[in-house]
């Protein structure tokens, strides 16, 4: 979350979002942030039925893996990293300036 907040005005600039998601409390993401300094929102989902529904869910640790989506003003996913890609955002950067580019 930390490398987003720092290109968050790089994806900013590209007309983009840029939401985190966790499985922990609205309490506990505040204050994560806070502790942080991640400005952008983050999102509950608490219980992990969003995680489920995307297929990020994983059983045997009871927690969401790391994913990164890039998903148009349409609703479409368009890109989606996994893992340790999903931690550092350059690829996602690129790709919100290339389609900004595009429009």
């Known amino acids: 979350m930390k ?3 720092d290109q968050l005005q790089k994806l900013e600039g590209t007309d ?3 939401l985190g998601v966790s499985m922990d409390s609205p309490f506990a993401n505040k204050a994560w ?3 942080i300094g991640v400005t952008f929102p983050l999102l509950s989902d608490l219980g992990g039925d ?3 529904e995307y297929g ?3 059983s045997s640790y009871k927690a969401a893996r790391r994913v990164t ?3 148009d003003k349409e609703g479409k996913v368009v890109e989606m990293q ?3 890609d999903a931690i ?3 690829s996602v950067v690129i790709s919100c300036e290339r389609r900004r580019m595009k429009s």
Do not use: E, G, H, M
């Open 16 to 18: 983009t979002q840029v």
């Open 56 to 58: 990020v869910y994983n």
């Open 82 to 84: 996994k893992d340790r």
């Open 33 to 35: 942030a806070t502790q």
């Open 69 to 71: 989506y890039l998903i």
């Open 50 to 52: 969003t995680s489920k």
């Open 88 to 90: 550092d955002p350059s």
């Open 3 to 5: 490398a987003f907040q």
